[in-house]
């Protein structure tokens, strides 16, 4: 063989494997688990932050009670959680827990009524009877009463609710029990409660394909699952009084009330809120990260300092969620720099 030619071959294959290790090497993934509620405006911000960064996130939408336990155990770079955690869940981690807010939602009552689409009024005592399971149809006097110009149907109700351990569950419960003090010492607040009636589904998308097959059902999803199921959904009473349907602006309005207890403490509930513009079942969904770092703490941090930018936030309205306030982009950027290995500068 020409000793030029087997130079130039050797040569050739080294600069191909050196290409190739290279490529490898640069080639990072985050590994995360949890919340179902903000998985679709998740799903699109991963795939945009891969495209500028060459950073890919595998995130499995499992839950919150899932992911809570995989960010235990350290199978993930991060948890998501609905559902922020209760002192005695921090105790049992490995070590101390960072919470960040990444974005603000709102829970739809979305129910199955061929016909009526959605709009129909809710008042808390009615939301609670119905999930106690005293409200049984959607005849009932109290429905009527503040839906005068509906011709509400003589069918059962049938109550739909998670079936796994999910923040979603934690912020509907916990809007129950802030407005019903039945429901507070009867149930009470949980990722997971003992539900008095109904039956149930896995997921958001659990729950939304129950209440599709289900007519005269109605149970709590995430609004962008609602709207691009085509659900109705209800307007519900707030606590100034007012009527008021899930929206990007409604569920601003609830955060934009809360934001001084969120500044004292991020773990707030932001149910009920005041404010006439206020939907009432608006919530936070959060990302758990551990202070001490970890392997991918670098890129990991720049991955959520990336989505609290400008651009992201405003973003995730076009999936009918709500960007953060400015005070609350603050509080997470500082306890993101908090983090050892973290790279937001």
Known sequence: ????????AVTGFAVSVLLATNATAGAQTIQGAGATFPYPIYKE??????????????????GSGAGIKAFQTKTVDFGASDAPLSAEEEKAMPGPVVHIASIGGALALSYNLPGLGSGIRLTPEIVSGIFMGKITKWNDAAIVAVNPKRSLPDTAISPVHRTDGSGTTYVFTSYLKKVSSEWATTVGAGKSVNWPAGIGGKGNAGV????????????YLELAYAVTNNI????????????VAPSVASTTAALAQSANALKADIKTPTVDAPGKNS??????????????????????????????QKEQQEQAKGLFYAPLPGNLIGINKAALKSIAGSQVP
């Open 208 to 219: 939304a394909g129950v209440i599709q097959r289900t007519p005269g059902s109605i149970g």
């Open 232 to 243: 109705s959904y209800a307007s519900i009473k707030n606590k100034a009084g007012v009527f």
């Open 1 to 8: 063989m020409n000793r030029t030619f087997l130079r130039v």
């Open 45 to 62: 911000w991963f795939a945009k932050f891969q495209t500028a960064t060459n950073i890919s996130v595998n995130y499995q939408s499992v």
């Open 279 to 308: 939907y009432p079942i608006s919530g936070l969904t959060y990302i758990l990260l551990y202070k001490t770092g970890g392997a991918n703490a670098g890129i990991t941090t720049k991955l959520w300092a990336w989505v609290l």
